[in-house]
C-alpha cells in the first residue's frame, strides 16, 4: 500500500537555528497536508498542497510541494520555543481517498 | 462552533476488559476517522467512514477491534478483551468530505490497560 517516509524522526535545535523536515513517497500524490501536535495536544491542520511545485509560507513556515508531486518540505526560519512540537505530513494518492499520514518528526528547541 | 469531541478523555482499565470510546463529529462533516497514537509514535489509522457507504475498516488490528457510526453522526470505537498492547491514545477526526479537506482532530482518549 501506499507509504509516506519522513524524515528526520526528531531534530533538536538552537532557537534561532532553522528547521527543514521532509515527507517523500514512491507514488504520486494528489494532495499533501501538513498537522502540527504540541506535547500532549492532538494534531492541528497548518496547510494543504494541491499543485505540482506550489510553495506556501505562512509567516516563518514555508512549505513547498515537489514538481513530481511525490516529495515536500517544510522549513521553519528562526525557530521559536512556540515551534516545539511534532510536525507531520498526511497524503492521499490519487487513486485513494485515505489520507496517510508520515511518521512525524519531533522538533525540540533549546532556549 | 463545537469541535470533535470525544469520551471519554481517559480510562483505565483490567486486561480483558471490553471498552468502548465515544466519538462526537463537527456537525455536517461526512468523514470521519479513528487513529492509535502509541507513545512518541505517529498515527496509525483503523478506520474511516464516509456518509452511508461501507466503512474502510483495513487499520483495524485485530477482530477484537470493530467502529460503528449511525450516519453522519456519532461513532463508537469498541474493543473487546484489551491487551496491554491497546494502550495508546486514540483519536478521532472528522472533515467535511473525503481526503482532500482538513482533517479536525478531538483531544483523544488515553486508554491504559492495566
Known amino acids: 500500500g501506499q507509504q509516506v517516509m519522513q524524515i528526520p524522526q526528531y531534530q533538536h535545535v538552537q532557537e534561532g537555528e532553522d528547521f527543514t523536515t521532509y515527507c517523500n513517497s514512491s507514488?504520486?500524490?494528489?494532495?499533501i497536508q501538513w498537522y502540527k501536535q504540541r506535547p500532549g495536544g492532538h494534531p492541528v491542520f497548518l496547510i494543504q498542497l494541491v499543485k505540482s511545485g506550489e510553495v506556501k509560507k505562512q509567516k516563518r513556515l514555508t512549505f513547498q510541494f515537489g514538481e513530481a508531486k511525490k516529495n515536500s518540505s517544510l522549513h521553519i526560519t528562526a525557530t521559536q520555543t512556540t515551534d516545539v512540537g511534532t510536525y507531520f505530513c498526511?497524503?492521499?494518492?490519487?487513486?485513494?481517498?485515505?489520507?496517510?499520514f508520515g511518521s512525524g518528526t519531533r522538533l525540540l528547541v533549546r532556549p | 462552533g463545537a469541535g470533535v469531541s470525544q469520551s471519554p478523555s481517559n480510562k483505565v482499565t483490567e486486561k480483558g476488559k471490553d471498552v468502548e470510546l465515544r466519538c462526537d463529529p463537527i456537525?455536517?462533516?461526512?468523514?470521519l476517522y479513528w487513529y492509535r497514537q502509541r507513545l512518541g509514535q505517529g498515527l496509525e489509522f483503523l478506520i474511516y467512514f464516509q456518509g452511508n457507504s461501507a466503512p474502510d475498516k483495513s487499520g483495524l488490528p485485530s477482530d477484537r477491534f470493530s467502529a460503528e457510526r449511525t450516519g453522519e453522526s456519532v461513532s463508537t470505537l469498541t474493543i473487546q478483551r484489551t491487551q496491554q498492547e491497546d494502550s495508546a491514545v486514540y483519536l478521532c477526526a472528522s472533515s467535511s468530505r473525503q481526503g482532500d479537506q482538513p482533517q479536525h482532530f478531538g483531544d483523544g482518549t488515553r486508554l491504559s490497560i492495566l
Open positions: 498526511a497524503a492521499r494518492g490519487d487513486s485513494s481517498y485515505k489520507l496517510i
Open positions: 507514488t504520486t500524490l494528489s494532495n
Open positions: 456537525s455536517g462533516h461526512t468523514a
